[in-house]
């Protein structure tokens, strides 16, 4: 499979805290994406990230990328209660799209 | 615009009958693919679709047959179900070329 990984498998802080969530993947990619799940809903395209940009931002995320060591990195700043949810990355080989195992992250009011 | 739809939202099969899972999407999207996400897996993709008239297997196409007559539809099909396709199965599209994949609400199938 390849099925990329996220790390951790969950994460619970404080609101207004940061959160940090990394993905790991396996073959060479042209780009990488996150994705959103809140519960019991369809997932929601946050950010791409093309494989020679190495940083990009929109509102409160970051996202890195080091194809190097084949990992990505989401940052969520000033976390909200709403930021409750699980986050995919996502890969592509040709027209197939492999999804992480995911983070679920709970953001405490 | 509606986006991406999925009817229905639940159901439960009894071992070896068939059903079919609609998708349709309303934004002239080429690209259509089904995933089913079990706990812990993530999202694994079943099938896909560049355009109508055009299918291709994914990472767990077994058991499952699609078609896409239309640019619009993409129904999954279940052949003879089992218990191991047990799961939430998503639908998604996007533009011909673009990576955003807009999702649909899912359908929550039990098999006994």
């Known amino acids: 499979s390849q099925q990329g990984e996220e790390d951790p498998q969950a994460l619970s802080i404080q609101e207004g805290e940061n959160a940090t969530m990394n993905c790991s993947y396996k073959?060479?990619?042209?780009?990488l994406q996150w994705y959103r799940q809140n519960s019991g809903r369809g997932l929601v395209h946050l950010i791409l990230?093309?494989?020679?940009?190495r940083e990009k931002h929109s509102g409160r995320l970051r996202v890195t990328l080091d194809t190097s060591k084949k990992s990505s990195s989401l940052l969520i700043t000033a976390s909200r209660a709403a930021d409750t949810a699980s986050y995919f990355c996502a890969t592509n080989t040709g027209n197939q799209f492999y999804f992480g195992t995911g983070t679920s992250l709970t953001v405490i009011p | 615009n509606a986006g991406v739809t999925q009817t229905p939202k639940f159901q439960v099969l009894k071992t070896g009958q068939s059903m079919t899972l609609q998708c349709a999407q309303d934004?002239?999207?080429?690209?259509m693919s089904w995933y089913r996400q079990d706990p812990g897996m993530g999202l694994r993709l079943i099938h896909y679709?560049?355009?109508?008239?055009?299918?291709d297997q994914g990472e767990v196409p077994n058991g499952y047959n699609v078609s896409r007559s239309t640019t619009e539809d993409f129904p999954l099909r279940l052949l003879s179900a089992a218990p191991s396709q047990t799961s939430v199965y998503f639908c998604a599209s996007s533009s011909a070329g673009a990576y955003e994949q807009y999702f649909g609400p899912g359908t929550r199938l039990t098999v006994t």
């Open positions: 073959t060479s990619i042209n780009n």
């Open positions: 679709s560049v355009g109508a008239g055009i299918t």
């Open positions: 934004m002239n999207h080429e690209y």
């Open positions: 990230i093309r494989s020679n940009e």
